[in-house]
């Protein structure tokens, strides 16, 4: 009954924009921390971006002034504004869901960002 669903992928080249987004349903949206995760070929997954439930942003190193995190808590719905898209940008990148209090935690099935020229 829960669900994100992750849009907005495709292929860019170098330098280019991307807007992500993550339409949840099934959940509290207003009650749960959101979070942008990617995943390389042969690497582990890591942390991109996380927007709490009270709008406080923290991004990874790597991406720190080009990548923007956001969210509407009235359209359930979180995004990524990926700005000045470098190759080492390429991955799968996944929607999480982490609810404020308690254990629940759910991730989307992914959507692939491929830059390169």
């Known amino acids: 009954q829960v669900q994100l669903v992750e849009s907005g992928g495709g292929l860019v080249q170098p330098g280019g924009s991307l807007r992500l987004s993550c339409a949840a349903s099934?959940?509290?949206?207003?009650?749960?921390?959101m979070g942008w995760y990617r995943q390389a070929p042969g690497k582990q997954r890591e942390l991109v971006a996380r927007?709490?439930?009270?709008?406080?942003?923290v991004y990874a190193d790597s991406v720190k002034g080009r990548f923007t995190i956001s969210r509407d808590n009235a359209k359930t719905t979180l995004y990524l504004q990926m700005n000045s898209l470098k190759p080492e940008d390429t991955a799968v990148y996944y929607c999480?869901?982490?609810?404020?209090?308690?254990?629940?935690?759910?991730w989307g099935q992914g959507t692939q960002v491929t830059v390169s020229s």
């Open positions: 999480n869901a982490e609810r404020r209090i308690g254990p629940d935690n759910y």
């Open positions: 099934g959940i509290i949206f207003s009650l749960y921390h």
């Open positions: 927007i709490t439930n009270d709008y406080s942003p």
